[in-house]
């Protein structure tokens, strides 16, 4: 396995930072607070439009899809752009989509626009991921990318309470996820961003496929931790319409998967920096197992709802950030842009497969066929990490 960084001395400590980088980490947390209160205001204007279960979770698998189709493109797109041109751009197609969203209500013209914020979810997100990576030091490495995982979540969190705690209906809300969209990008809009690099100079390429080979317990545990932090949001939210929610209650779902993810993010980076990564792995693969065991009580118990997407959020984003803080150690020498697309890759594809799944799962077996598929999937990331000792130990990637 490779050893971990010397720790630093305090929980909190945290390296000094190009101010560049600190933008584009705020920015893109204004693009998760968007993106998680308009996705489940979208989900039940389609519930209560008499849209199915699969519909609405098709609808919100898109712009995965999108995101996993640009992953293989992004290395070229920043070599002819630059890394923060490619940043701005990404964030220039999301706005023109979430506004698009206000001028109609045709089914298929959404999925057009859903398509549309997802490649620009993707430069925007790949971009952020590789310039953490790439710019912080190894000895804070865990902090640092939990502290981002951390502003993400709170932007899971705050995002989907809005509807409720405004008393905000379908339109503001959109109009309101339009606007911080619109004020991530006008953050960036420094030339320090533009001076940010995600490569060495004269770094040799390294292929999607070889990384996803190079680490791929790494890929998968990316996998699972988006099927369960992203891809359960919009459809949870729809199911808890179903049971007769209204929309603020129901959004409020979505809001405790984000609140789950904030809290957990930078402990659990405190504890990458300390602690053998594959225990960690193990132990939210269990935990997640046993809360889709608890989700099948939800008909009965709907507080469960709740409880359930709050440990869904904070394990399922834990997985992610550890995903991401192995790559910063283990690609660093070779690609860590190539390493985070891998993540990346996965984590969309996880995003993808959650809604889609959980769709077909309740229109056809109802919240017993959800818990089942969710616990089977958690089980296969507890087996994937008994090679995860060989893995971390073996040599450069076969390119």
Not at 106 to 113: F, I, N, Q, S, V
Not at 259 to 269: A, E, K
Request: charged share 10%; hydrophobic share 55%.
């Amino acid at each position: 396995m490779a050893e971990l960084s010397p720790a630093p001395r305090t929980f909190l400590s945290l390296p000094p930072l190009p101010d560049g980088l600190w933008r584009v980490m705020l920015g893109t947390a204004l693009v998760v607070f968007s993106f998680s209160l308009l996705n489940p205001v979208l989900a039940v204007r389609l519930q209560t439009g008499g849209a199915s279960a699969t519909a609405i979770g098709l609808f919100a698998t898109l712009p995965f899809v999108s995101v996993v189709a640009l992953v293989p493109w992004v290395p070229a797109l920043f070599a002819r752009l630059g890394v923060g041109r490619a940043y701005r751009l990404g964030l220039g197609l999301e706005v023109a989509a979430s506004l698009g969203y206000l001028l109609t209500d045709d089914y298929r013209l959404w999925c057009a626009l859903g398509l549309v914020s997802g490649l620009g979810a993707a430069a925007a997100w790949n971009a952020t991921e590789a310039l953490i990576a790439h710019n912080v030091p190894p000895t804070h490495r865990g902090r640092l990318t939990g502290l981002y995982q951390a502003l993400l979540g709170a932007g899971m969190a705050v995002g989907p309470m809005l509807p409720g705690l405004l008393g905000l209906g379908p339109t503001a809300a959109n109009v309101l996820a339009s606007g911080g969209l619109i004020a991530g990008l006008a953050l960036t809009l420094v030339p320090a961003v533009l001076r940010l690099r995600a490569t060495h100079e004269g770094h040799e390429g390294m292929g999607l496929l070889a990384a996803w080979r190079f680490r791929p317990e790494l890929a998968w545990a990316a996998v699972v931790g988006g099927v369960y932090e992203v891809g359960l949001g919009s459809i949870t939210t729809a199911y808890g319409s179903q049971m007769g929610l209204n929309l603020g209650a129901a959004t409020s779902i979505a809001g405790a998967l984000g609140l789950g993810s904030f809290l957990f993010q930078y402990p659990i980076g405190w504890l990458a920096d300390r602690s053998e990564p594959h225990r960690l792995f193990t132990a939210g693969a269990l935990l997640l197992a046993l809360s889709a065991a608890a989700f099948v009580g939800a008909a009965h118990w709907p507080w469960l709802l709740w409880a359930c997407a709050a440990l869904w959020g904070g394990v399922g984003g834990a997985l992610y950030t550890l995903s991401m803080i192995r790559v910063a150690h283990d690609f660093h020498a070779h690609s860590a842009l190539a390493g985070t697309s891998a993540m990346i890759a996965g984590y969309t594809l996880g995003g993808a497969l959650g809604p889609v799944c959980s769709g077909w799962a309740i229109d056809h077996f109802g919240i017993q066929g959800q818990g089942l598929w969710l616990g089977a999937l958690a089980l296969t990331l507890a087996l994937s990490q008994g090679g995860a000792r060989r893995n971390t130990a073996m040599g450069g990637p076969d390119r």
